[in-house]
């Protein structure tokens, strides 16, 4: 069974930084493609960035020049370092993958908490 696993939300202060992960584990045969989205309350899940698995990126034009995703394909774990935090960040992050076990299938994680507040 094929599970995305996150850690690393929490509270911070306006201005701070946080490091997000995602783990991919189970039995499957490949990774195309890995994200972060985030879901504020009352609103659809938004795409914040995502890498392919050759490394290649793009953010939302909210996140850019502050946030930066990367990916360690041997560990099956993308990140996400943030910066520059504003309380318009908090939400629940979710960590997406692309992922083939027979076909290529949409898999989430269960989504960690990050508040930017002082």
């Known amino acids: 069974q094929v599970q995305l696993v996150e850690s690393g939300g929490g509270l911070v202060q306006p201005g701070g930084s946080l490091n997000l992960s995602c783990t991919a584990s189970g039995s499957f045969v490949a990774i195309s493609n890995m994200a972060w989205y985030r879901q504020l309350p009352g609103k659809s899940r938004e795409r914040v960035a995502h890498?392919?698995?050759?490394?290649?990126?793009n953010y939302a034009d909210s996140v850019k020049g502050r946030f930066t995703i990367s990916n360690d394909n041997a560990k099956n774990t993308v990140y996400l370092q943030m910066h520059s935090l504003k309380p318009e960040d908090t939400a629940v992050y979710y960590c997406f993958a692309n992922i083939k076990i027979n076909t290529y299938d949409a898999f989430w994680g269960q989504g960690t908490q990050v508040t930017v507040s002082s």
């Open positions: 890498i392919t698995h050759a490394g290649v990126t």
